[in-house]
């Protein structure tokens, strides 16, 4: 099976900013396509950020978009979540998520991927 480990989180001053990352224990991580979702408490976990399996397109959610970026390195089987310009309500646990179907385009819902990491914190304060 896949095992992810995600690390990076932390607090942060609201604007500042912090990269998560998600390291993956198979050495054929090129073949998953790759996600980050959040979750707050008493909330559901929202979808974040996608990448293909090649890298080469992104999805972002709306609330992220041109502050977050997603980024992946195959050799070294990580993938990455920059986080700029960070805002209170991005506080909750992130966590990276592996999707081993052969779509094309990687999916924005949580329960089409198959692998999941444990979660890092990351709050951010005014």
């Known amino acids: 099976q896949v095992q992810l480990v995600e690390s990076g989180g932390g607090l942060v001053q609201a604007g500042g900013s912090l990269r998560l990352s998600c390291a993956a224990s198979?050495?054929?991580?090129?073949?998953?396509?790759m996600g980050w979702f959040r979750q707050a408490p008493g909330k559901e976990r929202e979808f974040v950020a996608a990448?293909?399996?090649?890298?080469?397109?992104?999805s972002y959610a709306d609330s992220v978009k041109g502050r977050f970026t997603i980024s992946r390195d195959n050799a070294k089987s990580t993938v990455y979540l920059q986080m700029n310009n960070l805002k209170p309500e991005d506080t909750a646990v992130y966590y990276c998520?592996?999707?081993?179907?052969?779509?094309?385009?990687?999916?924005?819902?949580?329960?089409?991927?198959?692998?999941w990491g444990q979660g890092t914190q990351v709050t951010v304060s005014s």
């Open positions: 998520a592996a999707d081993s179907s052969t779509s094309w385009y990687p999916p924005r819902v949580r329960t089409e991927y198959d692998y």
């Open positions: 198979v050495r054929t991580f090129s073949i998953y396509a």
């Open positions: 990448i293909k399996r090649s890298g080469g397109y992104t």
